[in-house]
């Protein structure tokens, strides 16, 4: 019997199952928010990557929560669901006056079967009201935060312009775990001008982090962003399925055992996908990553060096 199930890592699937009994499913959610770095506050047209802040697959916003719930439910009842993790998942999903936030928050805590709330924002659009109001809803369902950190190394940030340092994604985790919230890192690999050593700098340093769980996701290249005129322009090359398995296996190799992986690919709109063509076959790929792993043998943590225990701040 190996350490997480059948697979040589952590996944969300294991992780769930010792947790729940079973698998929980993810209702995505459009609740109508816009995002700081797109609205002019901080910054006009978004990350250079963004397609619409990640929302491709969530509800319709013109319905209301209860209803982009219930849909959400009735399009997954051919699966064995345990219960159901409400995601709100398009654009920043704090960014707005928390009496908003609990008018859209609510449905979720009070919908029955609905066992988890998973909330994706920025790191710089938590201040002490959402912090506050995150700790309330925290004790009646586990809430769960998603960051999309996207690198840790600067540079590469303002190349992609995510519009906030390094030091304030540790400032929000740190108070987010204040309140026992679980925190989910996301992480691109494959952005223009980063090498095979930037991204596994990524991940070691991620894991001196108090993080619960990492999304890995391949870059893409979607129609109407700064990244496709980047790209169509010959400025940087998309990685390859070959290039990208390896790469993955070796940050899995790196990562420590503690931290939940929820995603190894990524989840574009495969109708605006412009790059890599490949990673529509996603199980195809997921398929060429388990088999890597297991040719190299490598399992989750087993390159990881040495293991940062946040709690004492001592490498142990
Ligand atoms: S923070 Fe998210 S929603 Fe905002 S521009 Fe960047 S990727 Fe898009």
């Known amino acids: 019997m190996k350490k ?39 910054g006009y047209g978004g990350c250079s990557f963004c397609s619409g802040g990640s929302g491709e697959f969530a509800g319709d916003r013109r319905d209301s929560i209860e209803t982009q719930i219930e849909k959400g439910i009735a399009g997954l009842t051919r699966f064995k669901a345990s219960g159901y993790i409400a995601y709100y998942q398009a654009y920043t999903n704090t960014y707005a006056p928390t009496a908003v936030l609990q008018e859209v928050y609510e449905p979720a805590f009070l919908h029955p079967q609905i066992d988890v709330v998973s909330i994706a924002t920025r790191p710089d659009c938590l201040d002490d ?24 190394h600067e540079r590469t940030a303002e190349k992609i312009r995510r519009g906030y340092q390094l030091s304030c994604f540790t400032d929000a985790v740190s108070r987010l775990r204040q309140i026992g919230i679980e925190v989910i890192v996301h992480v691109i690999l494959g952005l223009p001008g980063e090498s095979t050593e930037d991204m596994l700098e990524t991940i070691q340093w991620l894991n001196r982090m108090d993080l619960q769980g990492i999304k890995l996701q391949l870059l893409h290249v979607i129609e109407s962003t700064e990244l496709a005129d980047w790209y169509q322009a010959g400025m940087f090359q998309v990685l390859t399925m070959e290039e990208y398995v390896k790469l993955i296996c070796l940050c899995i190799g790196h990562l420590s055992e503690h931290i939940v992986i929820h995603r190894l690919t990524g989840d574009g709109p ?4 412009i790059a890599p063509e490949w990673s529509t076959a996603k199980m195809q790929v997921l398929n060429a990553i388990h088999h890597e792993l297991k040719v190299q043998g490598i399992s989750q943590g087993c390159l990881e060096r040495d293991t940062y225990d946040f709690r004492t701040d001592n490498f142990v």
């Open 270 to 273: 495969s109708s605006r996908l």
């Open 4 to 42: 997480w199930g059948e697979k040589p890592y952590r996944s969300l699937d294991y992780e769930l199952k010792r947790r729940y009994g079973g698998k929980l499913y993810k209702v995505a959610l459009d609740a109508g928010f816009t995002c700081p770095n797109r609205d002019g506050t901080i």
């Open 129 to 152: 009201d959402v912090i506050r109001l995150l700790a309330s809803y925290q004790k009646r369902k586990p809430v769960w935060v998603e960051l999309g950190l996207q690198t840790i």
